[in-house]
Nanobody, 116 residues
Framework: QGQLVESGGGLVQAGGSLRLSCAAS????????MGWYRQAPGKQRELVAT???????TYGGSVKGRFTVSRDNAKNTVYLQMNSLKPEDTAVYYC??????????WGQGTQVTVSS
């Protein structure tokens, strides 16, 4: 399995925007799905958004209409544009990749904090 390196987290006021990036290395051509999950303190990790190599996108219910996932296959990078951020979006955001054979990898996580 390759490595996933996230960047772009930070502190933002409610209503603001952030953009997360996640670059994959290693056996990149075996990667089908890339995306984002998040985990807030005391809560389970939940789906934010995923995108397949072919461009099929899935969003978690709480972020639809505010977040946009995209992917640059040439750069082996997935992005998450987060707009209209809310305090409840505060969490550690994890990059995720899944190969065509079903093997998964996680990034180390990046903190997103939204102040009210």
């Amino acid at each position: 399995q390759g490595q996933l390196v996230e960047s772009g987290g930070g502190l933002v006021q409610a209503g603001g925007s952030l953009r997360l990036s996640c670059a994959a290395s290693g056996s990149i051509f075996s990667i089908n799905v890339m995306g984002w999950y998040r985990q807030a303190p005391g809560k389970q990790r939940e789906l934010v958004a995923t995108i397949t190599r072919g461009g099929v996108i899935t969003y978690g219910g709480s972020v639809k209409g505010r977040f946009t996932v995209s992917r640059d296959n040439a750069k082996n990078t997935v992005y998450l544009q987060m707009n209209s951020l809310k305090p409840e979006d505060t969490a550690v955001y994890y990059c995720r990749s899944v190969t065509f054979s079903g093997d998964g990898s996680w990034g180390q996580g990046t903190q997103v904090t939204v102040s009210s």
